[in-house]
């Protein structure tokens, strides 16, 4: 059992950053690829960005490459999301996810509880 608690959101304007962070519990997060996905309101939950186990190996989704980035940190049971150039329509609940490597919902086990972005234009 793996429980995530993601933090960092808030209010941004056009153009800023943000960095997100969740937290794993447990001694079993360095097992799990992770995975960063959104939600806006009325609409599906939207991949973003997946990391493996190790690191080695990022996806992201076309609509945040070169914008933002997913690291992890296993000592720490962390997993980040840096996003930079942001834009009003990245407004989102923000969610992690621990399961195995992909950009399905499907692939992932357990998900944290969100954390709300705002971009203000």
């Known amino acids: 059992q793996v429980q995530l608690e993601e933090s960092g959101g808030g209010l941004v304007q056009a153009g800023g950053s943000l960095r997100l962070s969740c937290v794993a519990s447990g001694n079993t997060f360095s097992s799990y690829a992770m995975g960063w996905f959104r939600q806006a309101p009325g609409k599906e939950r939207e991949f973003l960005a997946t990391i493996t186990w190790d690191g080695g190996s990022t996806n992201y989704a076309d609509s945040v490459k070169g914008r933002f980035t997913i690291s992890r940190d296993n000592a720490k049971n962390t997993v980040y999301l840096q996003m930079n150039s942001l834009r009003p329509e990245d407004t989102a609940i923000y969610y992690c996810?621990?399961?195995?490597?992909?950009?399905?919902?499907?692939?992932?086990?357990?998900w944290g509880q969100g954390t709300q972005v705002t971009v203000s234009s």
């Open positions: 996810a621990a399961g195995s490597s992909g950009v399905e919902r499907g692939v992932y086990d357990y």
